[in-house]
């Protein structure tokens, strides 16, 4: 089979964000763009040759053609194997797990996550190192870098591969091996969880729903939920992944995943509601009558860890992104555990759980893991959640008050300010950044300002840094501001406000957590001047 060395110039904008590098499947599609991206990847970690690599995808518009592009330019780039989901797909989670149980070079992961998908939505791809997680920043400016000098890129002149099911085929010298995307992973969640306990409680009444918002999590659900732990045939709905996800937007929080919410609110409501998002790493919990934030849902899974085999063994430590509520702070510092606080991305977990200083990561944005993976983990917290379920016997309800009783509560909510003009949001951030000596000590409304800062990292294991990761403003009394530009959108930008309040009064955690959060609201918007520099006077999103 012929190999072609295709000349090309660089493309601007090729710099991945917080998650790859995501941009509209149009623009994916444009001559050379998808190709040299890849070239890309393979010059930035020394070149294909002998490698093997994992590829797969959430099944979004284009990840077919895409899967079929990849293989034939890893293929002209010397690759040896190249072992990739039927399909083309793979959860984000279950790549990871390939990844590092393989033992392979990396993996190349097709997705934009939660965003949209088809032709006129989101399209994204993601470099994964050998570790099994998502590229560290090191790594992502190599291949930013790589695409601003490419001059060529290398591609085989070759039919489709048949990816439809299992098995070993070729492509000119390389292997393409195709594994069923589900077999893998559901071993890994076997060997953490304990499937008779859950069963039982299954087989003893309880119920669940999990909505895989025609994301890829439906066949993996699927097997788990219903096949293996007996849950009944249609607990898994919106099962089927399509390439535009049934037109909808697959992020599980209360706003995209409404009709769960209003399910598990209404009389009809299961014990236990679950949704994914569209690469299956995120995870949105809910019990009768009652939301878990995924910051919540984080500082319980860590308190309650070791009732499921795979932590019964003592937890080294815990790590959340910044803007992620402090509640798991306080079960840290209650359990003796060590706590990190790392920019908002994957990727920063990474050195934390290689080095073994942290055995659970979370985050506010419907993400949780372990080490198990590098990557966060949708399925798994349902698995973890619904293996304490089956243990503690109690309702979700029931965990979170005798949680919060124990803890305390930290309202939290995020307000999302989405699309908004660019230049306006950067101009309000840099202006924040400039006023944080003046802001301590002043008022505004029911709050005193205490600290301000513009959150930096110092990776503790390997000493990169990484400045400039969101504005912090503290308040007495426990509460907390943080604004942030996000990393993963493509439509102008978006402003993220991350709201907090801890709450130790018995009598006082059961409130409304937009009321809860009401003074912290108003004194956000005055440091900000959010109304008047973005034109918003309400979020797009309140998760
Ligand atoms: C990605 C990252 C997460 C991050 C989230 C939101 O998630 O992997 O670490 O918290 O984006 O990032 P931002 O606030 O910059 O939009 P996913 O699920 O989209 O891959």
């Known amino acids: 089979m012929q190999i072609t060395t295709h000349a090309t110039q660089p493309i601007d904008g090729q710099k991945p964000g917080t998650s790859g590098l ?14 040299n991206f890849v070239q890309s990847i393979f ?11 994992v590829l797969g995808g959430d099944g979004r518009y284009f990840n077919d053609r895409a899967a079929q592009v990849i293989l034939r330019m890893a293929a002209a780039n010397g690759a040896a194997r190249v072992i990739v989901g039927a399909g083309g797909l793979l959860s984000t989670p279950a790549a990871s797990n390939l990844i590092r149980k393989r033992s392979t070079d990396g993996g190349i992961i097709l997705s934009a996550s939660h965003n949209p998908g088809g032709h006129d939505g989101d399209f994204g791809v993601k470099f994964n190192t050998p570790n099994g997680g998502p590229a560290p920043e090191g790594v992502t400016g190599a291949i930013h870098a790589a695409s601003g000098r490419i001059s060529q890129y290398r591609i085989m002149e070759a039919q489709d591969v048949d990816l439809a099911s299992p098995g070993e085929r070729t492509l000119g010298a390389m292997t393409v091996e195709v594994v069923d995307p589900v077999t893998d992973y559901r071993r890994l969640m076997e060997e953490l969880f304990d499937f008779d306990a859950i069963r039982r409680l299954i087989t003893d009444g309880f119920t669940l729903r999990f909505d895989a918002m025609h994301a890829v999590t439906g066949p993996y659900a699927k097997a788990i939920l219903e096949d293996a732990l007996g849950a009944a045939a249609g607990s898994v709905v919106n099962a089927r992944p399509l390439p535009d996800f049934g037109g909808g937007h697959p992020d599980p929080n209360p706003v995209r995943a409404r009709p769960l919410v209003d399910l598990m609110m209404g009389p009809e409501a299961p014990d236990f509601a679950a949704a994914s998002d569209g690469d299956g790493d995120r995870n949105m919990i809910l019990g009768r009558g009652v939301y878990v934030t995924p910051s919540d849902s984080l500082a319980v899974l860590t308190a309650n860890a070791h009732l499921a085999p ?6 080294v430590g815990v790590a959340r992104s910044m803007p992620t509520s402090r509640a798991v702070d306080r079960v840290a510092a209650a359990r003796g555990l060590n706590c990190y606080a790392t920019p908002t991305g994957w990727k920063f977990f990474g050195n934390l759980l290689d080095a073994g200083r ?24 349902v698995l973890l959640w619904l293996n304490i379920l089956a243990a503690r016997r109690e309702s979700v309800e029931g965990i979170m008050r005798r949680h919060w009783a124990e803890f305390g509560r930290n309202y939290y909510s995020r307000h999302d300010f989405e699309g908004v003009d660019a230049g306006a949001a950067t101009g309000m951030i840099d202006d924040l950044r400039a006023c944080l000596d003046e802001l301590p000590g002043r008022r505004f409304g029911a709050l005193t300002v205490e600290t301000a800062e513009d959150f930096a990292y110092t990776d503790p294991v390997d000493g990169s840094r990484a400045a400039h990761q969101g504005i912090v403003i503290t308040f007495d009394g426990g509460a907390r501001a943080v604004f942030r530009l996000s990393g993963t959108g493509t439509d102008g930008a978006t402003l993220r406000v991350y709201l907090e309040r801890l709450e130790t009064a018995p009598d006082a955690l059961d409130h409304d957590p937009q009321d809860a959060l009401a003074p912290v609201v108003a004194a956000a918007d005055a440091i900000a001047g959010i109304a008047a520099r973005l034109g918003r006077t309400r979020p797009d999103v309140v998760t």
Do not use: N, Q
Not at 22 to 35: G, I, W
Not at 43 to 53: E, H, L, R
Not at 310 to 315: E, F, N, T
């Open 43 to 53: 010059d930035a970690i020394g070149g294909a040759a002998g490698k093997t690599f």
């Open 22 to 35: 995501r941009k509209k499947t149009r623009v994916f599609m444009e001559p050379h763009y998808l190709e």
């Open 358 to 381: 942290a055995t659970l990561c979370g985050e506010e944005s419907a993400g949780t893991g372990s080490d198990h993976v590098r990557e966060k983990d949708g399925l798994w917290a």
């Open 310 to 315: 795979g932590y019964a063994r003592d937890l």
